[in-house]
Structure formats: structure tokens, C-alpha cells
């Protein structure tokens, strides 16, 4: 069902979200809060003042995630609280002790929302978004907190009423919007193979888009942000979804460093480095059909493009058997 949200102009959706915010947020007792925003993509984050301290509030926009799986991501992240060598938010629980804060949707067509949506409220934490950087050190870091939440989660049990989603395949079980183009169908079918063949050996929590717009330095320390895409699947997959990112800085150094991170090699993770690639232009096509699934118009405006460059970069690998991001023709 179409949702009134994804036919506005940009400028249209954010006045609508502003009015959405004050109501939300009394969920949590934080009336009388000023609020801007900071971020709109695929949620929209807002940086919340109040006289109790500042909160990050999300909106998740996009997320197709069920009530118990939304949960699920509160409970995954407040376990990691103890975590001594990462940090994540502290979650701010509503006045009734429920983990978020629920937008409630309008059946009715045309209507703003027509699901429902539970939106996160998280204390703000101090630190610097980590960005584009060649560091090797920095790169070394994003893989070492990586193989960190892969142990924790390994020792992890979600408490009853609470999970993730299980990766149903590499598109993340979402509807096919793609052309229909032989080489992303065959690439995602080999995709699946493998998700099928690791399946069956280890699988657990994943953050599943771990990369430096993610992870905050804060002094000596990693803060991991934005668990909203996390799902339960092989831990291959979620290395597979960081190197995606890191590839684009175009320095074999950098993937070396978060290799190190990791401390483990492919083989280890039970895969080769040749399917690596194939992972690489997997995560490809997944944000591709994905883009084309949004409601947030500056994500609907360059899905044309984006969708044209994964095609051309997806034909790329199948001759050469490397993902390369600076393909564009």
C-alpha cells in the first residue's frame, strides 16, 4: 500500500516529521524538547535537547522491521553496555518501560504512514564520526570491533518477545524491483548458494552495515551506531557489507588492515576470496533494489542512477571476478 510520505518533496517530508516529534518524544517524558534534524536517509535521525541531557531520536522511515524485531535491536544493543572493548548508546526507555516509541500508521490510502513504526531515542554520545579515512589504523579498528561484536553475539540469546531476522537470502527478503538482467539474477542465485552452504554452520547476530559513518572515536575508544539493519546470518556476510564500504577508498593497505582487525582470513570465515567478491556485488544489488523500495525523496531521486552504475559494476565483475565501485561505464 502506497504511504502518503513517499510522494512529497523533501522539504514536505521533514515538516511532516517535525510535527510527528513533540508527541513521540512524550512518549519518554521529554516534553518542552527543542529538536533538529541531523540526518534523513534511510531513517531520519534528530538531535534532542532537554533539560535531562541530549538524545539521538530515530524514525525509522524505511525499515520493514515487526515490533518483536525492533525490540530485538534494543535488546541486542543494551547487552553490549558491558562490552569492555566497544561502546554503543544508552537507550532511553518510555515512561512505561517499553523499549521504544511507537508511530502508529493510518490503514486508510494516502495516509502519512499507513504501518506502524517504533522509533529509538538514544542518550547522545560524545565522540566524532569516523568518515572517509585512508588510515590503516582506523581501518584496523572498524575489523578488530567487528571480530568483538562476532564474539559477543556468538554468546548472545535474544530475551523471549524479542529477535532479529533471519537473512533469507542476499536481498534481505525483499521484492525483486530490479530490470531483468541476467548478470544481477545470476549473481544474486550464487549469492545464495553460499548463503545457503554457511547457513547451517554459524549464524548469529550481525550488524550487517558496519563502516566508518557508522562508528564514533571517542578518545582511545570505538562507539558502534545504528544496529537497525542487524539480522541473524553467517559472519561472512556481515565482513562481505564493511568491505563493501572500504573498497571505495581504492586501497588495497586499507582492506589488509581491517583483514588484521578481524583476525581471521576468509578461509576461516568458511568462504573463499573469490566469493568474497561475489559479496561485494551482492551488497551491491541488495542497496540497488532496496533504493527502489524507499519512501525518503532524496533516496527515490538517485535510485535511477545508483541502479544504472550497479548494473554496469555487477557486468564488470561477472568478466573480471573483482567488484570494483569506480567502474561507472
Known amino acids: 500500500m502506497s504511504e502518503g510520505f513517499a510522494v512529497?518533496?523533501?522539504?514536505?517530508?521533514?515538516?511532516?516529521?517535525?510535527?510527528?516529534?513533540?508527541d513521540l518524544l512524550a512518549q519518554a517524558g521529554l516534553e518542552g524538547s527543542t529538536f533538529r534534524l541531523v540526518n534523513l536517509g534511510f531513517n531520519a535521525v534528530f538531535r534532542v535537547c532537554h533539560s535531562s541531557g541530549d538524545y539521538a531520536f530515530r524514525i525509522p522511515l524505511n525499515s520493514r522491521r515487526t515490533p518483536?524485531?525492533?525490540?530485538?535491536?534494543?535488546?541486542?544493543?543494551?547487552?553490549?553496555?558491558?562490552?569492555?572493548?566497544?561502546?554503543?548508546?544508552k537507550i532511553k526507555r518510555m515512561l512505561d518501560g517499553s523499549p521504544?516509541?511507537?508511530?502508529?500508521?493510518?490503514?486508510?490510502?494516502?495516509?502519512?504512514?499507513?504501518r506502524d513504526r517504533g522509533c529509538l531515542i538514544m542518550h547522545w554520545?560524545?565522540?566524532?564520526?569516523?568518515?572517509?579515512?585512508?588510515?590503516?589504523?582506523?581501518?584496523?579498528?572498524?575489523g578488530s570491533a567487528l571480530s568483538v561484536l562476532h564474539r559477543q553475539a556468538e554468546q548472545f540469546s535474544f530475551p523471549q518477545g524479542t529477535s532479529?531476522?533471519?537473512?533469507?537470502?542476499?536481498?534481505?527478503?525483499?521484492?525483486?524491483?530490479?530490470?531483468?538482467?541476467?548478470?544481477?539474477?545470476?549473481?544474486?542465485?550464487?549469492?545464495?548458494?553460499v548463503l545457503e552452504r554457511l547457513r547451517p554452520q554459524?549464524?548469529?547476530?550481525?550488524?550487517?552495515d558496519l563502516h566508518h559513518w557508522n562508528v564514533m572515536q571517542w578518545g582511545q575508544a570505538l562507539v558502534v551506531l545504528d544496529f537497525d539493519d542487524s539480522v541473524i546470518a553467517p559472519p561472512a556476510f556481515d565482513v562481505a557489507?564493511?568491505?563493501?564500504?572500504?573498497?571505495?577508498?581504492?586501497?588495497?593497505a586499507c582492506e589488509r588492515s581491517f583483514w588484521n582487525g578481524i583476525g581471521k582470513t576468509p578461509a576461516e570465515l568458511g568462504?573463499?576470496?573469490?566469493?568474497?567478491?561475489?559479496?561485494?556485488?551482492?551488497?551491491?544489488?541488495?542497496?540497488?533494489?532496496?533504493?527502489?523500495?524507499?519512501v525518503t525523496a532524496d533516496l527515490i531521486a538517485m535510485a535511477p542512477a545508483y541502479v544504472e552504475r550497479t548494473q554496469k559494476r555487477v557486468k564488470a565483475f561477472c568478466q573480471t571476478g573483482r567488484y570494483d565501485p569506480s567502474v561507472e561505464k
Not at 512529497?8 to 513533540?22: A, E, F, G, N
Not at 557489507?241 to 588495497?252: A, G, T, V
Open 125 to 142: 554520545h560524545p565522540g566524532r564520526i569516523m568518515g572517509e579515512t585512508r588510515s590503516a589504523l582506523a581501518h584496523q579498528r572498524l
Open 164 to 193: 532479529r531476522p533471519v537473512l533469507k537470502d542476499v536481498l534481505d527478503g525483499l521484492p525483486w524491483r530490479l530490470p531483468d538482467d541476467a548478470e544481477l539474477t545470476d549473481t544474486v542465485e550464487q549469492g545464495n548458494r
Open 241 to 252: 557489507q564493511s568491505l563493501f564500504y572500504i573498497r571505495r577508498n581504492e586501497s588495497d
Open 271 to 294: 568462504v573463499t576470496e573469490a566469493e568474497i567478491e561475489l559479496l561485494l556485488a551482492c551488497r551491491a544489488i541488495l542497496l540497488a533494489n532496496d533504493l527502489l523500495l524507499n
Open 8 to 22: 512529497r518533496s523533501q522539504r514536505s517530508q521533514i515538516l511532516s516529521l517535525r510535527q510527528l516529534v513533540p
Open 68 to 89: 518483536e524485531q525492533a525490540a530485538g535491536e534494543v535488546a541486542w544493543i543494551e547487552s553490549l553496555a558491558n562490552e569492555p572493548a566497544i561502546h554503543v548508546p
Open 100 to 114: 521504544l516509541a511507537w508511530l502508529r500508521g493510518d490503514p486508510t490510502p494516502g495516509s502519512l504512514f499507513t
Open 202 to 208: 554459524t549464524s548469529y547476530p550481525v550488524h550487517f
